[in-house]
Antibody, heavy 125, light 107 residues
Framework: EVQLVDSGGGLVQPGGSLRLSCAAS????????MNWVRQTPGKGLEWISY????????EYADSVKGRFIISRDNARNSLYLQMNNLRDDDAGVYYC??????????????????WGQGTLVTVSS | DIQMTQSPSSLSASVGDRVTITCRAS??????VHWFQQKPGTAPKLLIY???NLQTGVPSRFSGSGSGTDFTLTISSLQPEDFATYFC?????????FGRGTKVEIK
């Protein structure tokens, strides 16, 4: 059974940092692209970052570019999101999501077929 | 960025009703649209991918259609477990974007 477990959320002051983790099991993590998606009161569901299965391709939404860093450790079946310089509007629930190509001709894992349970990030002084 | 405009934002329906939710993209996205269901306190769940393909395990009362810029999610006969919020999402080009959701409530 595919399972993604998000962790690392919590309360942080504006300007602070937090590192989220996603532990994967039940599938061959090495062969799958991964994503982070967040849900905030202001923007609803928002894709924020993508990493391919071998970490050779990485993408960010403009809202987090330069502040967040996605990474993965295939030996540990884990995905990470280092979040720096956090702002009030970064507060919300953060989900990791497995990405698969949405069509036979696609190669990018942009279809989110399995999601973690989410971890809550609160930004407040 | 591609904007995904969902309508309605909410609706009230009864068990057995046929429900239709629409999503309009701000530019053509071929068939790279997907639909998710979310219940309170849980993660979104994939229902339909690439416009009209039913995800494994999803009941056949759910269907998707459309092309270009206009897409539709249909629930042919609403069941008690279908009361939830539904989102569309495009994966045609980054940033991949979601609609704001349609909340389906009990009439």
């Amino acid at each position: 059974e595919v399972q993604l477990v998000d962790s690392g959320g919590g309360l942080v002051q504006p300007g602070g940092s937090l590192r989220l983790s996603c532990a994967a099991s039940g599938f061959d993590f090495n062969n799958y692209d991964m994503n982070w998606v967040r849900q905030t009161p202001g923007k609803g569901l928002e894709w924020i970052s993508y990493i391919n299965h071998i970490s050779s391709a990485i993408e960010y939404a403009d809202s987090v570019k330069g502040r967040f860093i996605i990474s993965r450790d295939n030996a540990r079946n884990s995905l990470y999101l280092q979040m720096n310089n956090l702002r009030d509007d970064d507060a919300g629930v953060y989900y990791c999501a497995r990405g698969i190509p949405p069509a036979p001709m696609s190669t990018v894992g942009s279809l989110f077929d399995y999601w973690g349970q989410g971890t809550l990030v609160t930004v407040s002084s | 960025d591609i904007q995904m405009t969902q309508s309605p934002s909410s609706l009230s329906a009864s068990v057995g009703d046929r429900v239709t939710i629409t999503c309009r993209a701000s530019q053509r996205i071929t068939n790279f649209v997907h639909w998710f269901q979310q219940k309170p306190g849980t993660a979104p769940k994939l229902l339909i991918y690439a416009d009209s393909n039913l995800q494994t395990g999803v009941p056949s009362r759910f269907s998707g259609s459309g092309s270009g810029t206009d897409f539709t999610l249909t629930i042919s006969s609403l069941q008690p477990e279908d009361f939830a919020t539904y989102f569309c999402q495009q994966s045609y080009i980054t940033p991949w974007t979601f609609g704001r959701g349609t909340k389906v409530e009990i009439k």
